[in-house]
C-alpha cells in the first residue's frame, strides 16, 4: 500500500474519532474545547506544510488568522453582508495580504524570516488595537452573526463543531494530496537545499510563495470559523505568544507528519482545561510537560508513535525467530 | 555549444571570476581544473544560472542564457551536478530520480520518466537496489551516482559536474569517471568537468583549462596540459626540483 492510501486511512480514521468524540464528553464546555482544537489543527496543518514540508517559518500566522476573522466581522456585523460572504472575504483577504507580505520575506532564511514575519505580526497586532473604529480596539469586537448555511443559522454547538471537523478533514485531504504530487516532493527538496532544487529547475521563489499563502488561507478559514462561533473577538487571540503557540503544534507534534501536527494541535489546545484543576501551578505543569515531551520525544508525538511501532514490530519478529 | 565570454562574477566586493572566456564543444569533455578558491565552482554555478555574472556573457547552443533563471536554463538540456552531491538526504532515491525529471513534467510524460528511471537503475544497478532507501543513507560514491543520475533525468545536453571525487576513495573516483566516459559513448553528452584531483580528470577529458584566482591561465588539448612543468608542479603533486 503506497503512502498516500495509508494516509487516506488515516484520514478516515481521525475523521471517525472526530464524529463520535461528542457524544464520550460529559459536558457542553468540553464541546467548546474540542471545537477550538478543530480550529486550531486547521491552522497547524497549513503550518506544517510551511514548516515541516517547505522549511519556512512563520511567526506571522497568528496576524493572518486575525486578520481574516477581523474581516468576516467587519463586514457581516458592521456592514451587514450575508456570513457566507464576508467569510469567504475573510480568507481571501489573508491569502492577498499573503500575497504582499511573501513576495519581500520570503527572499530570507531561517532567523530573517523569522523576524520579518514577526514584524508582520507585531504590525497587525497594533492595527487590531490601535483602528479602535474599526475593530473595537483593545476591547474587543461584539455581535459578530453566527453562521448560516442556505438561510438556516447554525445555532447548536454540536453543529458547529460537525462543520469545523468537516473542514478539517477537508483541509487535511488537499495537504495529503499535495504533499504526494510533484509540488510536493519540489517543496520536500527546497527545504533539504535550495540549491540542489534549482539545479533539478524548481521554481524555489514560486513554491514558497504558494505555500506560504496557501498557509495563510488555512489560517484565513480558522479565523473566520472561530469569529463566527465565539461571535466576539479581540486583538489579544491574535498576537505574537497564539503565533509562537501554533508553532509549538506543530514540532511537538512532530514536523515531518501532518496527523502529528493535528495531534499537536489537539493536545495543547485541551492541555490547559486539564490543568486548571492545579489552579496557581497551571503555567508551570504546561511548560514541565512540554519540556518533557520534547526531552523524550525529540521527533514529536509523531516520531514517538512511529519509534514505538518499530520496537514493537522488532519485538514481534524477535519473538517469532526465537 | 556552451561560449563564456568575458565573465566577471562578484561576491559583493570580492571578485571571484575575473574576464573568463572558455568554450566546450559538442561532445567534449573539458575539464576545468585548479586549486581552493580558484573560482571553478563559482563558473559552474554562473553556467547554471544560480549566480549573475556581473559583465559578460554566457551563451548555450546559441541562445544566451546569460540573464535566465535557473529552471529555464535546465529546460533548455543544460544539468548541473552541484558540488558536494547535494542529494535530497530525506527523499527515497527514486524520488530524486523524480525530482530530477522536474523540468520535463508535462501531461503523458510518466511513461518516459519511468522508463528513464530505469535507465537510471541499468546504469547504475545499486541504485536500484536501494530505490526505497533515504538518499541521506547510501554511501558518498552512491550518492555522487544518484546526483548524476539526478541530473541526467533532465535529458541534458551538457552536464556541468562539480568535482565528483569529492570524499571518495581513489578506486570509486575511477568508477565515477569511467561513468563519466561511457555517458558520452551511450548519450552523446557533453560534459564540463570540475575536479581538484587534475590528474583524473585530465586523463579522461579531451581540452583543459586552468583558473587560478579567478583567471584562465592556461589552457589546450588535456595531454598537453598533463605533459606542461608548470601544470605538474602546481597541481599534480611532482616536485621536479627534488
Redesign the interface.
Given at each position: 500500500m503506497d503512502s498516500f492510501r495509508k494516509n487516506l486511512l488515516g484520514l478516515a480514521a481521525l475523521m471517525a474519532l472526530l464524529a463520535v468524540a461528542p457524544l464520550l464528553l460529559g459536558n457542553d464546555y468540553y464541546l467548546t474545547v474540542l471545537t477550538l482544537s478543530a480550529i486550531n489543527a486547521i491552522i497547524v496543518v497549513g503550518l506544517n506544510l510551511l514548516l515541516g514540508h517547505a522549511g519556512q517559518i512563520s511567526l506571522g500566522h497568528g496576524a493572518f488568522y486575525g486578520l481574516a476573522a477581523y474581516t468576516s466581522a467587519i463586514l457581516t456585523a458592521t456592514l451587514g453582508l450575508p456570513v457566507f460572504l464576508g467569510g469567504l472575504a475573510g480568507v481571501l483577504c489573508a491569502g492577498v495580504v499573503a500575497l504582499a507580505i511573501g513576495i519581500p520575506t520570503l527572499k530570507l532564511h531561517g532567523h530573517y524570516l523569522a523576524m520579518a514575519t514577526l514584524g508582520f505580526g507585531l504590525i497587525v497586532y497594533i492595527v487590531f488595537n490601535e483602528a479602535v473604529g474599526l475593530t473595537g480596539g483593545p476591547s474587543g469586537f461584539t455581535g459578530i452573526p453566527r453562521l448560516s448555511l442556505a438561510g438556516m443559522e447554525l445555532t447548536s454547538d454540536l453543529g458547529y463543531y460537525y462543520l469545523c471537523a468537516g473542514c478539517l478533514g477537508l483541509v487535511i485531504l488537499v495537504a495529503l494530496n499535495l504533499i504526494d504530487s510533484?509540488t510536493g516532493?519540489?517543496l520536500?527538496?527546497l527545504h533539504?537545499?535550495e540549491?540542489?532544487?534549482?539545479?533539478?529547475?524548481?521554481?524555489i521563489a514560486r513554491y514558497k510563495l504558494a505555500v506560504f499563502v496557501l498557509s495563510a488561507l488555512y489560517a484565513g478559514l480558522a479565523g473566520v470559523l472561530y469569529a463566527h462561533y465565539l461571535t466576539f473577538i479581540a486583538p489579544a487571540s491574535f498576537g505574537f505568544l497564539y503565533s509562537v503557540e501554533l508553532i509549538v503544534m506543530v514540532v511537538l507534534g512532530g514536523m515531518?507528519s501532518i496527523f502529528g501536527s493535528v495531534a499537536g494541535a489537539f493536545f495543547l489546545t485541551a492541555l490547559p482545561e486539564f490543568l486548571r484543576a492545579f489552579e496557581n501551578i497551571e503555567i508551570l505543569l504546561f511548560g514541565a510537560i512540554l519540556i518533557v515531551c520534547m526531552i523524550f520525544l525529540p521527533e514529536g508525538l509523531a516520531g514517538g508513535v512511529r519509534a514505538v511501532r518499530a520496537r514493537l514490530f522488532r519485538r514481534a519478529k524477535g519473538a517469532g525467530d526465537a | 555549444m556552451l561560449t563564456l565570454k568575458n565573465v566577471d562574477v562578484h561576491y559583493g566586493r570580492i571578485q571571484a571570476a575575473k574576464r573568463v572566456s572558455l568554450h566546450v564543444d559538442p561532445g567534449e569533455i573539458v575539464a576545468l581544473i585548479g586549486g581552493n578558491g580558484a573560482g571553478k565552482t563559482t563558473l559552474l554555478c554562473t553556467i547554471?544560472?544560480?549566480i549573475r555574472p556581473s559583465t559578460g556573457s554566457v551563451t548555450f547552443a546559441g541562445a544566451d542564457i546569460t540573464r535566465h533563471?535557473?529552471?529555464r536554463i535546465?529546460?533548455q538540456g543544460l544539468?548541473?551536478?552541484?558540488e558536494g552531491r547535494?542529494?535530497?538526504?530525506?527523499?527515497s532515491v527514486a524520488?530524486n530520480l523524480?525530482?530530477?525529471s522536474?523540468?520535463r513534467?508535462k501531461f503523458g510524460q510518466g511513461q518516459a520518466i519511468e522508463a528513464d528511471i530505469s535507465a537510471i537503475y541499468d546504469m547504475f544497478p545499486v541504485l536500484g537496489e536501494r530505490r526505497n532507501q533515504p538518499a541521506g543513507t547510501l554511501s558518498g560514491g552512491e550518492q555522487q551516482m544518484l546526483s548524476i543520475g539526478?541530473?541526467l533525468?533532465?535529458k541534458p545536453r551538457l552536464l556541468l559536474l562539480d568535482e565528483p571525487s569529492m570524499g571518495l576513495a581513489p578506486n570509486i573516483t575511477r568508477d565515477i569517471f569511467r561513468h563519466v566516459v561511457s555517458l558520452r559513448e551511450s548519450l552523446g553528452l557533453t560534459v564540463l568537468l570540475v575536479e581538484q584531483n587534475a590528474r583524473s580528470a585530465l586523463k579522461i577529458a579531451d581540452r583543459g583549462y586552468v583558473l587560478e584566482t579567478g583567471r584562465v591561465i592556461l589552457q589546450g588539448q588535456a595531454a598537453e596540459l598533463l605533459a606542461n612543468r608548470d601544470v605538474q608542479r602546481a597541481y599534480l603533486g611532482r616536485d621536479l626540483d627534488a
Open positions: 510533484r516532493r519540489a520536500r527538496a533539504t537545499s540549491k540542489a532544487a534549482q539545479a533539478v529547475g524548481v521554481d515531518s | 547554471s544560472g544560480l533563471s535557473p529552471e535546465v529546460a544539468s548541473h551536478v552541484p547535494l542529494v535530497f538526504a530525506p527523499l524520488d523524480l525530482l530530477g522536474y523540468s513534467h539526478r541530473a533525468m533532465a
